[in-house]
Protein backbone atom coordinates (compact mmCIF):
# COMPACT_ATOMS: atom_id res chain seq x y z
CA UNK A 1 0.00 0.00 0.00
CA UNK A 2 1.55 3.59 -0.58
CA UNK A 3 3.58 4.28 1.81
CA UNK A 4 3.03 1.48 4.33
CA UNK A 5 5.31 -1.05 4.77
CA UNK A 6 3.45 -3.55 6.54
CA UNK A 7 4.36 -6.50 8.49
CA UNK A 8 3.57 -9.79 6.93
CA UNK A 9 3.03 -11.42 9.92
CA UNK A 10 0.90 -8.76 11.39
CA UNK A 11 -3.54 -9.34 10.69
CA UNK A 12 -4.41 -5.55 11.46
CA UNK A 13 -2.40 -2.65 10.99
CA UNK A 14 -2.61 0.70 12.27
CA UNK A 15 -0.76 3.60 11.10
CA UNK A 16 -1.04 6.90 12.19
CA UNK A 17 -0.66 9.89 9.64
CA UNK A 18 -1.38 13.17 11.57
CA UNK A 19 -4.98 13.07 12.55
CA UNK A 20 -5.29 9.79 10.42
CA UNK A 21 -5.65 6.74 11.82
CA UNK A 22 -5.13 4.28 8.70
CA UNK A 23 -6.60 0.72 10.17
CA UNK A 24 -5.05 -2.05 7.42
CA UNK A 25 -6.62 -5.78 7.23
CA UNK A 26 -3.50 -7.32 6.37
CA UNK A 27 -4.77 -11.36 6.87
CA UNK A 28 -4.94 -12.59 3.17
CA UNK A 29 -9.17 -12.49 2.45
CA UNK A 30 -9.43 -10.98 5.58
CA UNK A 31 -11.67 -13.63 7.11
CA UNK A 32 -12.96 -13.31 10.21
CA UNK A 33 -12.32 -15.20 13.24
CA UNK A 34 -11.78 -14.64 17.34
CA UNK A 35 -8.34 -13.39 16.61
CA UNK A 36 -8.83 -11.40 13.80
CA UNK A 37 -11.76 -9.70 15.40
CA UNK A 38 -10.25 -8.63 18.64
CA UNK A 39 -7.08 -7.66 17.03
CA UNK A 40 -9.16 -5.15 15.85
CA UNK A 41 -11.01 -4.23 18.36
CA UNK A 42 -7.43 -3.63 20.42
CA UNK A 43 -6.46 -1.24 17.30
CA UNK A 44 -9.62 0.62 18.37
CA UNK A 45 -8.67 0.92 21.37
CA UNK A 46 -5.37 2.29 20.73
CA UNK A 47 -7.44 5.16 18.49
CA UNK A 48 -9.26 5.91 21.01
CA UNK A 49 -6.41 6.67 23.57
CA UNK A 50 -5.74 9.79 21.34
CA UNK A 51 -6.81 13.44 22.21
CA UNK A 52 -8.38 15.92 19.58
CA UNK A 53 -9.03 15.76 15.63
CA UNK A 54 -9.63 12.23 14.58
CA UNK A 55 -10.44 10.24 12.02
CA UNK A 56 -10.05 6.18 11.31
CA UNK A 57 -9.87 5.03 7.88
CA UNK A 58 -10.07 1.13 6.92
CA UNK A 59 -9.30 -0.61 4.13
CA UNK A 60 -6.97 -3.68 2.65
CA UNK A 61 -3.73 -5.00 1.60
CA UNK A 62 -5.10 -7.18 -0.58
CA UNK A 63 -5.33 -6.31 -3.99
CA UNK A 64 -8.79 -7.38 -4.60
CA UNK A 65 -10.32 -7.96 -1.56
CA UNK A 66 -11.48 -5.81 1.16
CA UNK A 67 -12.85 -8.59 3.47
CA UNK A 68 -14.36 -11.95 2.34
CA UNK A 69 -16.38 -12.35 5.66
CA UNK A 70 -16.46 -14.73 8.75
CA UNK A 71 -14.61 -17.45 8.20
CA UNK A 72 -16.76 -20.43 8.08
CA UNK A 73 -13.80 -23.46 8.12
CA UNK A 74 -13.07 -21.98 11.64
CA UNK A 75 -16.73 -20.89 12.68
CA UNK A 76 -18.07 -24.61 11.65
CA UNK A 77 -14.79 -26.14 13.56
CA UNK A 78 -15.68 -24.85 16.27
CA UNK A 79 -15.78 -27.90 19.43
CA UNK A 80 -19.06 -26.24 21.00
CA UNK A 81 -21.84 -24.32 19.91
CA UNK A 82 -20.89 -22.09 22.52
CA UNK A 83 -17.72 -21.32 21.07
CA UNK A 84 -19.65 -20.40 17.88
CA UNK A 85 -21.99 -18.61 20.09
CA UNK A 86 -19.24 -16.04 21.26
CA UNK A 87 -17.51 -15.99 18.19
CA UNK A 88 -20.62 -14.79 16.78
CA UNK A 89 -21.35 -11.93 19.80
CA UNK A 90 -17.83 -11.03 19.80
CA UNK A 91 -18.25 -10.12 16.08
CA UNK A 92 -21.70 -8.18 16.24
CA UNK A 93 -20.41 -6.52 19.14
CA UNK A 94 -17.56 -5.19 16.68
CA UNK A 95 -19.63 -4.11 14.44
CA UNK A 96 -21.91 -2.43 16.86
CA UNK A 97 -18.70 -0.95 18.03
CA UNK A 98 -17.68 0.64 15.10
CA UNK A 99 -21.08 1.98 13.87
CA UNK A 100 -21.25 4.33 16.82
CA UNK A 101 -17.43 5.23 16.96
CA UNK A 102 -16.94 8.55 18.36
CA UNK A 103 -14.85 9.76 15.88
CA UNK A 104 -15.70 9.84 12.16
CA UNK A 105 -14.62 6.92 10.13
CA UNK A 106 -14.18 5.62 6.54
CA UNK A 107 -14.42 2.80 4.66
CA UNK A 108 -12.05 2.47 1.59
CA UNK A 109 -13.20 -0.39 -0.58
CA UNK A 110 -10.25 -1.49 -2.89
CA UNK A 111 -11.98 -4.45 -4.08
CA UNK A 112 -14.85 -7.67 -2.42
CA UNK A 113 -16.60 -6.93 0.15
CA UNK A 114 -18.51 -10.22 0.95
CA UNK A 115 -21.16 -11.38 3.78
CA UNK A 116 -19.37 -9.74 7.10
CA UNK A 117 -17.01 -8.06 4.97
CA UNK A 118 -19.73 -6.04 3.83
CA UNK A 119 -21.07 -5.59 7.43
CA UNK A 120 -18.41 -4.70 8.30
CA UNK A 121 -18.15 -1.82 5.53
CA UNK A 122 -21.35 -0.61 5.92
CA UNK A 123 -20.79 0.20 9.89
CA UNK A 124 -18.51 3.17 8.74
CA UNK A 125 -19.58 6.81 8.27
CA UNK A 126 -18.78 6.60 4.68
CA UNK A 127 -17.61 4.10 1.98
CA UNK A 128 -15.37 5.05 -1.24
CA UNK A 129 -14.90 2.54 -4.08
CA UNK A 130 -13.03 1.63 -6.40
CA UNK A 131 -14.53 2.03 -9.92
CA UNK A 132 -13.06 -1.33 -11.57
CA UNK A 133 -13.30 -4.10 -9.49
CA UNK A 134 -15.36 -5.84 -6.85
CA UNK A 135 -18.85 -6.71 -5.42
CA UNK A 136 -20.87 -6.21 -2.68
CA UNK A 137 -22.52 -9.11 -0.82
CA UNK A 138 -24.70 -11.09 1.64
CA UNK A 139 -24.53 -14.80 0.25
CA UNK A 140 -25.34 -15.90 3.54
CA UNK A 141 -29.21 -17.17 1.76
CA UNK A 142 -27.17 -18.98 -0.94
CA UNK A 143 -25.60 -21.35 1.84
CA UNK A 144 -28.29 -21.79 3.71
CA UNK A 145 -27.46 -19.67 6.52
CA UNK A 146 -29.41 -16.89 8.09
CA UNK A 147 -28.12 -13.76 10.54
CA UNK A 148 -28.14 -12.41 13.63
CA UNK A 149 -30.52 -9.47 14.15
CA UNK A 150 -27.50 -6.82 14.34
CA UNK A 151 -26.05 -7.89 11.11
CA UNK A 152 -29.64 -7.24 9.73
CA UNK A 153 -29.69 -4.27 11.38
CA UNK A 154 -26.38 -2.74 10.28
CA UNK A 155 -27.31 -2.98 6.67
CA UNK A 156 -30.72 -2.35 6.75
CA UNK A 157 -30.27 1.03 8.38
CA UNK A 158 -28.02 1.96 5.31
CA UNK A 159 -30.42 1.51 2.23
CA UNK A 160 -33.76 1.77 1.19
CA UNK A 161 -36.37 -1.03 1.78
CA UNK A 162 -35.67 -2.53 -2.09
CA UNK A 163 -32.26 -2.61 -2.19
CA UNK A 164 -32.27 -4.08 1.74
CA UNK A 165 -34.81 -6.60 0.29
CA UNK A 166 -32.22 -7.93 -2.53
CA UNK A 167 -29.29 -7.66 -0.57
CA UNK A 168 -30.79 -10.51 2.12
CA UNK A 169 -32.89 -12.27 0.04
CA UNK A 170 -31.76 -12.32 -3.31
CA UNK A 171 -27.92 -12.26 -2.40
CA UNK A 172 -27.73 -9.59 -5.36
CA UNK A 173 -23.99 -8.66 -5.98
CA UNK A 174 -23.48 -4.99 -6.37
CA UNK A 175 -20.76 -3.74 -8.91
CA UNK A 176 -19.06 -0.51 -7.89
CA UNK A 177 -21.64 1.49 -10.32
CA UNK A 178 -24.38 -0.36 -9.20
CA UNK A 179 -23.41 0.13 -5.45
CA UNK A 180 -23.09 3.93 -6.03
CA UNK A 181 -26.65 4.07 -7.86
CA UNK A 182 -27.96 2.28 -4.83
CA UNK A 183 -26.24 4.62 -2.10
CA UNK A 184 -24.79 1.86 -0.64
CA UNK A 185 -21.53 3.60 -1.42
CA UNK A 186 -20.86 7.47 -1.29
CA UNK A 187 -18.12 7.95 -4.44
CA UNK A 188 -16.41 5.70 -6.79
CA UNK A 189 -12.82 5.77 -7.60
CA UNK A 190 -9.97 5.25 -10.04
CA UNK A 191 -7.58 2.69 -7.97
CA UNK A 192 -4.50 4.37 -7.83
CA UNK A 193 -6.25 7.62 -6.30
CA UNK A 194 -8.47 5.40 -3.73
CA UNK A 195 -5.88 6.50 -0.85
CA UNK A 196 -5.12 10.05 -1.66
CA UNK A 197 -9.24 10.29 -1.70
CA UNK A 198 -9.89 8.49 1.37
CA UNK A 199 -6.91 10.74 3.32
CA UNK A 200 -8.54 14.14 1.41
CA UNK A 201 -12.08 12.79 3.00
CA UNK A 202 -10.37 12.20 6.17
CA UNK A 203 -8.47 15.08 6.58
CA UNK A 204 -11.83 16.83 6.05
CA UNK A 205 -13.87 15.12 8.71
CA UNK A 206 -11.44 14.77 11.34
CA UNK A 207 -11.79 18.06 13.30
CA UNK A 208 -14.80 16.63 14.06
CA UNK A 209 -13.12 14.06 16.17
CA UNK A 210 -12.15 17.53 18.43
CA UNK A 211 -15.69 17.16 20.07
CA UNK A 212 -16.09 13.16 19.56
CA UNK A 213 -18.34 12.74 22.89
CA UNK A 214 -21.27 14.57 21.08
CA UNK A 215 -20.13 13.03 17.97
CA UNK A 216 -20.21 9.74 19.72
CA UNK A 217 -23.66 10.42 21.54
CA UNK A 218 -25.01 12.05 17.90
CA UNK A 219 -24.18 8.64 16.27
CA UNK A 220 -25.18 6.41 19.20
CA UNK A 221 -29.09 8.52 18.73
CA UNK A 222 -29.21 8.03 15.31
CA UNK A 223 -28.28 3.79 15.25
CA UNK A 224 -29.40 3.48 19.12
CA UNK A 225 -31.63 0.06 17.74
CA UNK A 226 -28.84 -0.86 15.48
CA UNK A 227 -26.55 -0.71 18.78
CA UNK A 228 -28.88 -2.21 20.72
CA UNK A 229 -29.42 -5.60 18.59
CA UNK A 230 -25.50 -5.91 18.33
CA UNK A 231 -25.27 -6.04 22.64
CA UNK A 232 -28.11 -6.76 24.27
CA UNK A 233 -30.42 -8.11 21.84
CA UNK A 234 -27.66 -9.75 19.75
CA UNK A 235 -26.98 -12.30 22.85
CA UNK A 236 -30.11 -13.83 21.93
CA UNK A 237 -29.52 -13.59 17.93
CA UNK A 238 -26.23 -15.07 18.31
CA UNK A 239 -27.25 -17.68 20.31
CA UNK A 240 -29.72 -18.93 17.74
CA UNK A 241 -27.57 -18.12 14.84
CA UNK A 242 -24.76 -20.84 16.79
CA UNK A 243 -27.66 -23.36 17.42
CA UNK A 244 -28.81 -23.15 13.47
CA UNK A 245 -25.01 -24.14 12.66
CA UNK A 246 -24.42 -26.53 14.95
CA UNK A 247 -27.97 -28.34 13.68
CA UNK A 248 -27.24 -27.67 9.88
CA UNK A 249 -23.53 -28.92 9.98
CA UNK A 250 -21.67 -27.16 7.49
CA UNK A 251 -22.83 -24.80 5.62
CA UNK A 252 -21.91 -25.25 1.59
CA UNK A 253 -18.83 -23.60 0.47
Aim: hydrophobic share 45%; with cysteine.
Amino acid sequence: MENFKLDPNEEVVLKREGDIFWLILNNKMNNFTFDFVRKIDAKLDEVLESKGAACLVTTSSHPKVFSSGLDLRFLTGLPHRDDVHNFLLEFIRLLGRLIAFPIPTVALINGHAIAGGFMLAMVHDFRIMRNDLGFLTLNEIDIGMTITPGMNAVVQCKVDPSTHRDILLNARKFNSKEALEHHIVDKLVDMKDLISEGRKLAEELAPKGEVREAYGQMKSEIYAREVELCTNVGLRGALKGAEKLVSWGKPKL
